[in-house]
């Protein structure tokens, strides 16, 4: 069995298991997500109650206006246990893989909370761009396996 590690805010969670809050339409980016974690991460397993979950993945598209969907996806959240680590994805939605968006993390006040921006479009999904790589990478870089020693 491979377990995993989530390191947020220099605190360590140990496990394997996800429960997602999927805000708006981001299916096709979950599809995305989840497929680039489990080929970096095999073994990651989403789960149906919050309870029985290591971290909490947020899907957050914007469709209006930044501060009001992060606060969405945020009261969401708040309704799960605050010792739950979570990682929340903003998704900018362009036609632009240059284009600078503000960092959602400002808005973001509650612990264990990892934040990542990222740049979609919504007939292709993900775009291709060094913001998303980096995300992506934050991510993976969350659900790192863990060694175990056999005694």
Known sequence: MIWNRLRTNNEITEGKYYFIIEMG??????KEILGHLQKH??????????????????????????????????????????????ILMVFHHSFDPDKIVPDSSRFINRRNTLTVDCLFNEDV??????R????????????????RISQ
């Open 41 to 86: 991460r095999p073994g990651s397993t989403e789960v149906h109650k919050v309870e029985d979950c290591n971290v909490i993945l947020v899907f957050c598209p914007i469709v209006s206006r930044a501060g009001t969907d992060i606060d969405a996806a945020l009261n969401k959240l708040n309704t799960c246990p605050a010792s739950k680590p979570a």
């Open 25 to 30: 339409k981001s299916h096709i980016l979950r």
């Open 132 to 147: 998303n790589e980096e995300a992506l990478a934050k991510i993976v870089c969350q659900f790192k396996p863990k060694v």
């Open 125 to 130: 999904g993900l775009l291709t761009c060094n």
